[in-house]
């Protein structure tokens, strides 16, 4: 199979417009409704643009998912299948901010963050009858979370405020992007019935996750970025049983 998606969008970040009460910046007209000191203390705020806003800023994204897919099933012997698939995917997702100067009619772009990148992602699988009761299985398939762009790093003065708490985890500036974080999950299992008194099922499984994406704190200032490093694993035991005493009465236990 196939999967394509293109996704775009604008985003307003916010308007720049001021009230008297943000901070010493306000629209000139209500310099005299202020009392004293303040009506000859701050200083009187520029003219506003014809929208009413000194101006805004802005977040253009795009979002380009591209995917095929497939999978098979293969008789190794009686009762016994082989199944293998694949996902081969191209992700394309851009970031760029925009801000307008409305009394100067003046734009600004930042630069143009982009990251690319083409995850390939196997499963296996194998499965086998017992008898009509009874069946164990294994599978291990691998599995991943996009990765994207950072926007604090088209923020020059935030990467110069920062750049000695970047020094410190062997960063020179704020990375411009992430990469996709994955997984490998293994699982074997039995599922059966007994009669028509109960099914069940139990499987053990191992997860392993690597290149975790993370939050990243600056030290000394207020930066946020978001990284890959570390990688965890996870086991554990699930089991599950249906039992029917009588009908219409089913009792579930996990």
């Not at 069940?200 to 191992?206: E, G, K, L, V």
């Amino acid at each position: 199979g196939a999967f394509y998606q293109n996704s775009r969008q604008r985003a307003r970040d916010g308007d720049m417009s001021f009230s008297p009460y943000d901070n010493y910046l306000y629209p000139s007209f209500f310099h005299g409704f202020l009392p004293p000191p303040l009506d000859t203390e701050l200083p009187v705020f520029f003219p506003l643009g014809p929208d009413g806003t000194s101006g805004y800023v802005q977040t253009r994204i795009v979002d380009k998912n591209l995917g095929f897919f497939g999978s098979i099933d293969f008789e190794i012997i009686d009762n016994l299948t082989l199944t293998a698939g694949a996902r081969w995917s191209r992700l394309e997702f851009e970031s760029q901010a925009e801000s307008f100067d409305a009394v100067n009619n003046v734009t600004t772009t930042g630069p143009l963050l982009r990251s690319v990148e083409k995850p390939f992602t196997p499963k296996f699988g194998l499965t086998y009858e017992v008898n009509s009761n009874l069946m164990v299985y294994a599978s291990a398939a691998k599995g991943f979370r996009s990765g994207g762009v950072n926007t604090a790093a088209g923020d020059v003065d935030l990467v110069a405020r920062c750049l000695g708490g970047l020094e410190k985890i062997g960063y020179s500036t704020i990375p411009a992007t992430y990469k996709s974080d994955s997984v490998w999950s293994y699982e074997v299992g039995a599922k059966g019935r007994v009669g028509n008194v109960a099914t069940f099922a139990a499987s053990a499984f191992q997860i392993d996750w690597s290149g975790v994406q993370r939050s990243r704190q600056i030290e000394g200032c207020a930066g946020v970025f978001t990284d890959n490093f570390g990688k965890a694993r996870a086991r554990g035991l699930e089991a599950q049983i249906t039992v029917f005493p009588v009908t219409g009465l089913t009792l579930d236990a996990n």
